[in-house]
């Protein structure tokens, strides 16, 4: 059987493609063999993890959650380093998997389970943590905890690219912190499983996902043990700017560093004062 042909029964079986593009080989991509929205997206996660880690990957241990047809966990595969791919759905992990046995890599593994499961015990810690179009996919208080099971597992770095609101609608309490967003339709409540599992871009299991406000995003990294974070917009991703035109800037990518609080010797008068929260714009 010619790759093509390889390539078909798996979209037969599964459906098509429907964001990684990828080149097989031959001239044969998943998608397209012209440039589509997923290549700027993979350039600049990527970028920012070899910037960090100074050009090279290799040695370094990657997860990437939710990863949907793994595109950004095959790179770093590709680039070197050991690299654990989780996803609910099995339609994507098959097309992930496919790619992976035609590149021929053996130092990615994906693993069907519900990113909610994430914990050290299961899965190990990692160097970098990719939560890309997961995390406003998650209702409260879940998508709260989730912040914490990101921070447990991650050793230094973390890449969390999501939506926001800008409206302080709705309050939550986390482990005494305060946090506002706005509540998003995900898909009506009397879907039937077989009905959900067929909308790839959507929650697993939650009709409503919770997105917090900038604000509030911040203070819960800052709670779980991010010491900087940081929001990307270098190499530059044309779907975020025509956002941002048309004044709808309500997603983008957060670089998080898992550091040690720096201990000033200048002045050391905030040294055991807990740092500052950021307040809503309301």
């Given at each position: 059987m010619s790759l093509a042909e390889k390539k078909q029964a798996i979209i037969d079986q599964?459906?098509?493609?429907?964001?990684?593009?990828?080149?097989?080989?031959?001239?044969?991509?998943?998608?397209?063999s012209d440039p589509t929205p997923s290549e700027p997206k993979l350039r600049r996660m990527t970028q920012v993890v070899m910037d960090h880690f100074g050009g090279s990957v290799e040695g370094l241990r990657v997860l990437d959650l939710a990863c949907l047809e793994g595109m950004y966990g095959l790179e770093l595969a590709r680039q070197g380093a050991s690299v654990v791919g989780i996803e609910g759905r099995e339609a994507n992990l098959a097309k992930a998997r496919f790619v992976r046995d035609v590149w021929g890599l053996n130092n990615i593994e994906f693993f069907q389970d519900d990113v909610r499961?994430?914990?050290?015990?299961?899965?190990?810690?990692?160097?970098?943590?990719?939560?890309?179009?997961?995390?406003?996919?998650?209702?409260?208080?879940?998508?709260?905890?989730?912040?914490?099971?990101?921070?447990?597992?991650?050793?230094?770095?973390?890449?969390?690219?999501?939506?926001?609101?800008?409206?302080?609608?709705?309050?939550?309490?986390?482990?005494?912190?305060?946090?506002?967003?706005?509540?998003?339709?995900?898909?009506d409540a009397e879907m039937s499983q077989q009905e959900r599992e067929k909308i790839l871009w959507a929650s697993l299991d939650n009709p409503k996902s919770f997105w917090l406000t900038r604000p509030s995003l911040f203070n819960l990294m800052g709670q779980v043990g991010f010491t900087s974070v940081y929001e990307c917009h270098q190499p530059l991703v044309q779907k975020f700017v025509e956002m941002r035109r048309a004044n709808l800037n309500d997603r983008a990518t957060f670089v998080a560093v898992k550091g040690q609080s720096v201990q000033l010797r200048s002045s050391a008068l905030s040294n055991n004062t807990p740092g500052s929260l950021w307040t809503e714009a309301v």
């Open positions: 599964y459906g098509e493609w429907t964001n990684h593009n990828m080149h097989l080989g031959d001239g044969l991509y998943t998608i397209a499961n994430l914990s050290s015990e299961k899965y190990g810690t990692f160097d970098v943590v990719f939560c890309l179009g997961i995390y406003y996919h998650l209702d409260a208080p879940d998508v709260f905890k989730f912040m914490d099971q990101v921070a447990s597992v991650c050793t230094r770095l973390a890449i969390v690219d999501t939506h926001v609101s800008f409206t302080a609608e709705e309050q939550h309490h986390y482990n005494g912190l305060e946090i506002w967003g706005r509540n998003y339709h995900e898909f």
